[in-house]
């Protein structure tokens, strides 16, 4: 299975990359069973530890600290979490989960 291909939770059948949205905040319906899926949001609370953390170290690499150092680590935090959020898509696969079980 390539890391794209993910399985639906509800009845196990696999969904390619080209049947999956790219954008499903709302969510798409499996192919098969019809029930709603999404992304699961897992790696995002692992993509901003990993952002907090690597803006915290650029904080105290460039000693700064205090209220200096919180205003710096939120204006690092915004754009680092994209990097590092993408960065994390090239490596893991989000698997789905059920929005609801219409």
Known sequence: ????????????VIISQMQSPVWNAKGFRCPKCGMLL????????????MT???????????GVSGLKAIYLLLALAVPLSF??????????SRPFELISKE
């Open 83 to 92: 990097l590092v959020h993408a960065l994390l898509g090239l490596f893991i």
């Open 38 to 49: 999404r992304s699961s949001l897992g790696d995002l609370r692992l993509s901003w530890i």
């Open 52 to 62: 907090l953390t690597i803006s915290a170290a650029i904080c105290l690499r460039v």
């Open 1 to 12: 299975m390539a890391l794209y291909e993910r399985p639906c939770p509800s009845c196990g």
